[in-house]
């Protein structure tokens, strides 16, 4: 259940509002929401607690233990003794500072106690959520400051307060338990949160960090989506509790790695070979179009930037798995692929000029 505090809807001058760390760190595409909101105005409100001087030191205070900040109630801007604090909307803010306005329309909060300020952050939907892993670690961190004051709260209740279910709450407490190198795959995108959080119930079984790696990088290889990873999780949590033998135990140790990898090589070649072939074909047909006037030049996707940077970044992937294959290829022919990828990464930086 949502905290209930006055509010009203007003514009607020840019330069008078505060803004702390929050849950979310990445602001994508902002460029993109100032040219919408140039275009449509500002559709949804940001939201914006207003304290006096104590309460916003109480919130500070909690903030510097959320993310391990040393801000101080003096460093911010104050208006008429009240400091007005930003709650949610950040992209949207900057956007509007991208777009130099002076105000901003929003939902200002007062009367409000510094944890209801956090309650009401971690409660706001918004058009463009947080990344899920972003999210999680808020969530851990506020429970885990609320248990530490004394609160008695249950995953239930808290999920209620925030306005999530209780699933997301447990999944994310979870993932912000695994060891930092497997939460790294998440930050890196190398994993999805949703493959994280299935290896997370592995870790509450007792897998120790190597073994949870292989299951990530298994994950990998083999292209998983969440779903197929859940049920092979489940899978193996419902043998190992049933005691049942997998194949793997009937091996020694080494044969069982030996097994491993050649398997992962096995999937490796063949998803490396289908992404390759998956994203030349649909081009090919493309250009099939092109070369039978089926399709004019007016229709060509490389008058818009999107497809010649996405070419670009085709060739820097080429690039860093040519530096890889200087241990398997022979000389002329790394000379060979090193010369192409040269001649292409030329071409295309000259179109984009």
Request: charged fraction near 30%.
């Amino acid at each position: 259940m949502k905290p209930k505090n006055s509010f009203l809807m007003k514009e607020v001058s840019l330069s008078y509002i505060n803004i702390l760390p929050q849950l979310r760190k990445v602001f994508d595409a902002i460029d993109e929401l100032a040219s919408d909101i140039k275009e449509k105005g500002l559709i949804h409100p940001v939201s914006i607690a207003v304290f006096d001087k104590k309460d916003c030191a109480q919130y500070i205070k909690i903030v510097n233990k959320l993310w391990k900040e040393k801000i101080k109630v003096n460093n911010l801007v104050s208006c008429q003794k009240k400091y007005l604090v930003l709650l949610s909307g950040e992209r949207r803010l900057r956007a509007c500072r991208k777009l130099q306005m002076e105000k901003i329309r929003g939902t200002l909060y007062s009367d409000i106690s510094a944890m209801n300020a956090l309650m009401l952050q971690a409660s706001e939907n918004t058009y463009v959520p947080p990344k899920p892993e972003e999210m999680a670690s808020f969530y851990d961190k506020f429970y885990s400051l609320l248990v530490l004051s004394g609160k008695k709260m249950s995953y239930t209740k808290f999920a209620e307060s925030v306005g999530r279910s209780p699933d997301v709450i447990r999944n994310a407490i979870k993932f912000s338990r695994l060891p930092k190198k497997i939460r790294k795959l998440v930050d890196d995108e190398t994993i999805s949160y949703g493959i994280a959080c299935e290896v997370a119930r592995l870790h509450q079984n007792g897998m120790k960090t190597e073994e949870l790696m292989g299951w990530c990088i298994n994950a990998i290889v083999k292209n998983m989506n969440g779903d197929d990873f859940r049920k092979t999780v489940s899978k193996y949590l419902a043998e190992k509790k049933s005691s049942q033998t997998s194949l793997f135990d009937i091996f020694d140790v080494i044969g069982k790695e030996e097994l491993i990898k050649n398997s992962r090589k096995r999937s490796v070649e063949r998803k490396t070979s289908e992404a390759f072939y998956a994203g030349s074909k649909y081009f090919l047909r493309i250009l099939y179009l092109f070369e039978h006037n089926l399709l004019g030049l007016e229709e060509s996707p490389f008058s818009m930037k999107g497809p010649l940077n996405a070419f670009l970044y085709e060739v820097s992937i080429l690039e860093k798995t040519l530096s890889h294959m200087k241990k398997l290829l022979k000389a002329k022919d790394l000379k060979r692929g090193g010369e192409a990828i040269a001649k292409d990464k030329a071409f295309a930086q000259t179109l984009q000029n």
